[in-house]
């Protein structure tokens, strides 16, 4: 299975990397929709897609829209936010995703969810 990670924040895909890596995941960093698409459909297991909520190159509507045809094949859809922006996790709410957390929650949580997926 295969993680997604949507965010434009350089340092902070360095360190998912590094955790996908440790975990022996395989990560894609989605900046464009084309990527996101290509990324689910190479992988028909399904996995996980992580989104920074606020660094984010692509609209929610334009991830929920791309995800929701792959959502089939087991994707797992985790949002995470800076807990002082919470209107940023009751979007994501509104948008169907599964999973919507603070970034200190998804740091903590990283090892375990990417390991799950090797």
């Not at 299975?1 to 395989?26: C, H, P, Q, W, Y």
């Not at 959502?71 to 859809?77: D, L, M, T």
């Amino acid at each position: 299975m295969n993680a997604i990670l949507i965010s434009k924040d350089l340092l902070f895909i360095t360190k998912v990397k590094e955790v996908a890596t440790a975990s022996g995941a395989r990560l894609t960093v989605a900046k464009s929709s084309e990527v996101l698409e290509q990324a689910l459909e190479a992988s028909p297991a399904g996995g996980v897609v992580m989104i920074d909520l606020e660094k984010t190159p692509l609209s929610l509507e334009v991830i929920h829209e791309t995800v929701s045809k792959g959502v089939g094949r087991s994707w797992r859809v985790c949002g995470f936010f800076s807990h002082i922006h919470v209107e940023s996790a009751q979007m994501a709410r509104q948008y169907g995703f599964q999973e919507v957390m603070p970034r200190s929650r998804f740091v903590a949580v990283l090892p375990d969810l990417l390991s799950s997926l090797s």
